[in-house]
Each structure stands twice: as C-alpha cells, then as structure tokens.
C-alpha cells in the first residue's frame, strides 16, 4: 500500500502561480511514476502532468506553464503553476504508479478574481 499526502491548494488571481506538493509512504516501488491529474466540476478527470525515471509528460492545456519535479530521495512530487487561467480551477489529485495507481484525496484549486 502507498499513502499519498497532497498540500498546496487554494485560492489565486488568474496570471497568479500557486506550487502543489505531494509526499508519498508506504511501500515504495524502486521504479514508479508520480505526477498530477486534476478534475474539474461536471469534467472528467485528467492528467496535467506525470514523470517517470524516463520521461515527463503534460496535457496541452498546462505545457509551458506548468512543471512536474520530483525528489526521489523524499518520495515527493511537486506540481509549479505558473500563469493560471480560470479554466485550470479543479480539484487536483497527485497520482503514485508502479503498475497499481494510488490516489492522494485532492486538493482544490481555484482561480479567480
């Protein structure tokens, strides 16, 4: 099992940035992906980022604005929004894969003015 913590959510004017952070426990695969999905109200959930030890992968919507870091030796996942729209308020989920996906229990993030 792997339990997910997110922190970091809350209120920001659009053109604002907001940082999203994630500490993941438990039983930790030695190679797993972690990232972000985010689900917006009467949307689906989608994927805004995600990193693996290979690759790093962002939906359209957020490339160039957003960026996915991890520190493997603490288990976290970080998620820096820069540049937010109106359009990027959800409730943002950070995601652990090692072939099992667990989910932390989200965090709201709203852009406003």
């Known amino acids: 099992q792997v339990q997910l913590v997110e922190s970091g959510g809350g209120l920001v004017q659009p053109g604002g940035s907001l940082r999203l952070s994630c500490a993941a426990s438990g039983s930790i695969s030695s190679i797993h992906s972690m990232g972000w999905y985010r689900q917006a109200p009467g949307k689906q959930r989608e994927l805004v980022g995600g990193?693996?030890?290979?690759?790093?992968n962002y939906a359209d919507s957020v490339k160039g604005r957003f960026t996915v870091s991890r520190d493997n030796a603490k288990n976290t996942v970080a998620l820096q929004m820069n540049s937010l729209k109106p359009e990027d308020t959800a409730v943002y989920y950070c995601f652990y894969s090692d072939g099992i996906f667990y989910w932390g229990k989200g965090t709201l993030v709203t852009v406003s003015s």
């Open positions: 990193k693996s030890a290979y690759s790093t």
